[in-house]
T-cell receptor, first 110, second 116 residues
C-alpha cells in the first residue's frame, strides 16, 4: 500500500519561494506526481518525477529522491493565483491506481 | 486539452434515493477513476477501470457501484443515498498506451452531492 504525508498548510508572500514536501511509504511506485487544485475546482496536473532529481517547468520545479522516500514541489516568484491546494500522488505498481496525499493548502499573501 | 465531463454539477437528494453520477470523456482514454473528496481534504479512490468491462474497487467502494460498457462512459451509482455520502465526487481518466505509468490524470469538474 501507499502512505503519503505532506504539510497541511503553508503561507508565503507574493514574490517569495516556497517548498512543499512530500514523504511517502510505499511498497513500489512508478513515480511522484504533483497536482494543483483551486477552491471549487478540479485537480490539474503540474509535474511528474519518474527518476531522482529535479524537473523544472517554468516557475514550478519538482524533486524526487527514492533513496530518501522524499520529494518536493518548489514554487518560485509566487503569485496570488498560486493560492491553492497542492497534492502529491504516486501510481501504485501493484494496482496501477493513483494514490493522493492529503494536500497542502498554500496561501499567498500580498 | 482534456475533455472530461461530469453531470450533474450539483445535486441535492433525500436519504434512501438511488442516484447515478455521470462521467464521460472524449479522449479515448482506457483508464478511468472515481474519487471522493470532502472540502479541503484528500482524494479517496472509490473505483477505477482499466477499460471496457473492467471495474475495480478502491478504498471506499462498498456503498457504490460502477459500470464500463463504453470506453467514454463511467457512471457511478449509489443504490441508497445517506447523509454520510455528502461530498464531492471527482471523475478522472488517463491514457494507458505507451508510457502509461507517467500519464497524468485529467479530472472533471466534479459533482457536489448533498444528501438530506
Amino acid at each position: 500500500g501507499q502512505s503519503l504525508e505532506q504539510p497541511s498548510e503553508v503561507t508565503a508572500v507574493e514574490g517569495a519561494i516556497v517548498q512543499i514536501n512530500c514523504t511517502y511509504q510505499t511498497s513500489g511506485f512508478y513515480g511522484l506526481s504533483w497536482y494543483q487544485q483551486h477552491d471549487g475546482g478540479a485537480p490539474t496536473f503540474l509535474s511528474y518525477n519518474a527518476l531522482d532529481g529535479l524537473e523544472e517547468t517554468g516557475r514550478f520545479s519538482s524533486f524526487l529522491s527514492r533513496s530518501d522516500s522524499y520529494g518536493y514541489l518548489l514554487l518560485q516568484e509566487l503569485q496570488m493565483k498560486d493560492s491553492a491546494s497542492y497534492f502529491c500522488a504516486v501510481r501504485d505498481q501493484e494496482n496501477n491506481d493513483m494514490r493522493f496525499g492529503a494536500g497542502t493548502r498554500l496561501t499567498v499573501k500580498p | 486539452e482534456a475533455d472530461i465531463y461530469q453531470t450533474p454539477r450539483y445535486l441535492v437528494i433525500g436519504t434512501g434515493k438511488k442516484i447515478t453520477l455521470e462521467c464521460s470523456q472524449t479522449m479515448g482514454h482506457d483508464k478511468m477513476y472515481w474519487y471522493q473528496q470532502d472540502p479541503g481534504m484528500e482524494l479517496h479512490l472509490i473505483h477505477y477501470s482499466y477499460g471496457v468491462n473492467s471495474t475495480e474497487k478502491g478504498d471506499l467502494s462498498s456503498e457504490s457501484t460502477v459500470s464500463r460498457i463504453r470506453t467514454e462512459h463511467f457512471p457511478l451509482t449509489l443504490e441508497s443515498a445517506r447523509p454520510s455520502h455528502t461530498s464531492q465526487y471527482l471523475c478522472a481518466s488517463s491514457e494507458e498506451g505507451g508510457r502509461w505509468w507517467n500519464s497524468p490524470l485529467h479530472f472533471g469538474n466534479g459533482t457536489r452531492l448533498t444528501v438530506t
